[in-house]
């Protein structure tokens, strides 16, 4: 067994109620590293072709990685798999906290679960044992009255809780897994395909420390992003968390506002990080030896909107989507809402994305107070978005339809709501505009999980910034920055190479803040070093990143499998409409543009013109196994 890994993956039955430890090889770690491409390999391997994401047959893996629980900062990641109940496709998610360390210490690298229970339960690992609990008293709580009694009940309030909410129980498609009751698998509903399971939660507990091959190398970088860290480009993200981008956002015309009908927002000054660090911030919270400290916890004592700061704080993405989506500037309705979907375990970017769809129908018609119960559900309104929240989250009333999310909402209300759902694979756009910055527009359009702002570079680093990258974006053989919002041959190799990257980003499973190519802290070659000094490895960049194109490869591939190709690569209609106001009035994306990037990037990935892995790129990718899975 290498060195930072337990040896030990855990595999959950829960119709036959049998747990079983695998115990696999070290070839096999090295290959797929961990986190988002181990658990990928087992859904490939294990869920039959055509299985409902709500079903019994669906796999749910969460894995962590090699560096997992190692003191150093940005390592307490995790990540959770299944086929998501939003789009069909292969569902992607990641968070922090100190669940992923304490999985580690309580020896397991992962846990693969199949089946469902016909009662509820949770499952409790702790010092490589493991079993499985009644759950019935929890079913229906809230996440920190739920993690509170698993605690009471284990008689340690140590014990860290991954749990689904009352959303998944409840069905939401984009209910998410919560740790610490507000670090969040957001996006593409992992809560829900937890709770269909009938599984509650799984509590992990240890005291055994990954064991390390060099420990002195790894504590020497630990002190070097100590040292650096007030100096770095995310020291900011510290004091502001990752709100501190709004305004910056706002400046550059990137902003969604409106439903994304501009990228401006006047109101952006009244829920900025700043205004929120000067106003409701209480504290900074940090994830298992994280020197960063950007988790907000916020609180709000009077007024109609109460939020307790158990629940965290907002991020920049939720900002946004209760905030300037939806036209609202009141940072307390927007703080109450974060809090109700971490109460309920649900994802913020959908929801609120969800609810400002419904605002825009509401305006134009699509939808009348007959459907809403009486909301006013318009832009502006405060007080409708956090009560179709709360809604939404009971499936209560027209809650119960805009549970279902963006695109299904659209088809139901008719083609003139379609035209108007901001999705790709009916996964909801997050806060970065892609008319602003060009390749993520590449990249939300091919993704294999929809839209997502955190599975590659954004634009800056290859453009008018490029200066103060220039040694990271080498690393990676990008050495000709790119003129402002350009999508050419070289930026489709861009959007390639460091969606390479951040796909391997989430196989060590490490923070893309803390570990990113660009204005992050450590930079690529570090992560190399860590990843040496952790296991032994010889490991090069280059074979680490191989791991990252493993893991696209076998997305896309479970994807074809399932029948999602070239034809759900593509990106909403109102992006290539022109924005209205701010500094990007009258920008559009080009459809010609966009068609020859995705051709492009096809070609350079080595995928068919359908957009599916060919079995020499399978074959050179040591994925020999995976060639006859799409017949």
């Not at 962590?64 to 995790?78: D, K």
């Not at 069905?171 to 897994?177: C, I, K, P, S």
């Not at 109460?343 to 825009?360: P, S, V």
């Amino acid at each position: 067994m290498p060195k930072g890994y337990c040896g030990r993956i855990l595999h959950v039955d829960l119709t036959a109620g049998r747990l079983e430890v695998e115990e696999p090889d070290d070839a096999f770690y090295r290959k797929y590293l961990g986190g988002s491409a181990m658990g990928t390999y087992y859904i490939l391997k294990r869920m039959p072709a055509g299985a409902d994401p709500l079903g019994p047959d669906n796999v749910l893996t969460v894995f962590a990685g090699p560096v997992t629980g190692t003191p150093i900062s940005g390592q307490s990641r995790a990540s959770a798999n299944a086929r998501s109940p939003l789009s069909g496709a292969i569902g992607d998610s990641q968070a922090g906290g100190f669940w992923p360390a304490e999985l580690k210490f309580a020896g397991f690298d992962g846990v693969v679960v199949v089946g469902r229970s016909s009662q509820p339960q949770y499952l409790w690992l702790h010092d490589g044992q493991a079993e499985l609990r009644p759950a019935d008293p929890l079913w229906g709580q809230q996440t920190g009255p739920a993690e509170a009694a698993i605690r009471r009940e284990l008689d340690d309030e140590r014990v860290q809780v991954l749990q689904c909410g009352p959303a998944g129980e409840r069905g939401v498609r984009f209910a998410n897994l919560i740790n610490m009751s507000n670090r969040a698998h957001g996006r593409t509903g992992m809560g829900a395909v937890m709770a269909s399971k009938g599984l509650k939660a799984i509590a992990v507990r240890g005291r055994e420390r990954p064991q390390l091959h060099d420990a002195e190398a790894v504590r020497a970088l630990a002190r070097w992003g100590r040292d650096h860290f007030s100096d770095s480009d995310i020291a900011g993200m510290g004091q502001y968390g990752t709100a501190e981008v709004l305004a910056y956002q706002h400046a550059a015309g990137g902003l969604p506002t409106h439903n994304w009908r501009s990228g401006s927002f006047e109101g952006f000054e009244r829920i900025s990080g700043e205004t929120m660090h000067d106003t409701i911030l209480q504290k900074r919270d940090t994830c298992y030896a994280c020197v960063v400290r950007c988790k907000r916890v916020v609180a709000v004592e009077e007024g109609p909107f109460q939020v307790d700061p158990h629940y965290g704080g907002p991020e920049y993405e939720t900002l946004a989507t209760f905030g300037s989506y939806c036209a609202v500037d009141d940072l307390a309705a927007i703080a109450k809402a974060n809090e109700l979907c971490n109460r309920y375990g649900m994802d913020t970017i959908a929801c609120g994305a969800t609810i400002a769809l419904a605002m825009e129908c509401f305006e134009r018609g699509l939808l009348t107070l007959e459907d809403t119960g009486g909301l006013e559900l318009r832009f502006g309104q405060a007080g409708a978005m956090v009560a179709m929240v709360e809604r939404i989250a009971r499936r209560e009333g027209l809650g119960d339809l805009l549970a279902e999310g963006s695109a299904r909402l659209a088809r139901k209300l008719g083609p003139e709501a379609e035209a108007l759902a901001m999705t790709v694979k009916d996964h909801e756009l997050p806060a970065h505009m892609p008319q602003v910055k060009r390749s993520l527009g590449l990249i939300y359009a091919v993704n294999p999980f929809g839209a997502d702002h955190q599975s590659s570079e954004h634009d800056s680093a290859y453009e008018g910034d490029y200066a103060g990258y220039a040694e990271r974006m080498a690393a990676l053989d990008l050495l000709d920055p790119q003129p402002e919002r350009s999508l050419g041959a070289e930026k489709v190799r861009f959007a390639l190479y460091t969606q390479y990257l951040y796909s391997l980003l989430d196989s060590v499973s490490v923070c893309q803040f803390v570990w990113g190519p660009s204005w992050h802290l450590y930079g690529p070659m570090q992560l190399v070093e860590l990843v040496r000094a952790v296991t032994g490895w010889n490991a090069s960049l280059w074979e680490l990143m191989q791991v990252g194109r493993r893991r696209l490869n076998m997305q896309r591939l479970f994807n074809s499998r399932e029948g999602l190709g070239r034809a759900e690569d593509r990106l909403p209609a109102r992006l290539f409409e022109p924005l209205q106001g701010g500094a990007s009035d009258g920008l559009a994306l080009d459809r010609q543009e966009l068609e020859r990037a995705r051709s492009l990037y096809y070609a350079m990935a080595g995928w068919d013109e359908d957009g599916r892995p060919t079995p020499a790129t399978l074959q050179e990718l040591g994925l020999g196994w995976a060639v006859d899975v799409v017949p």
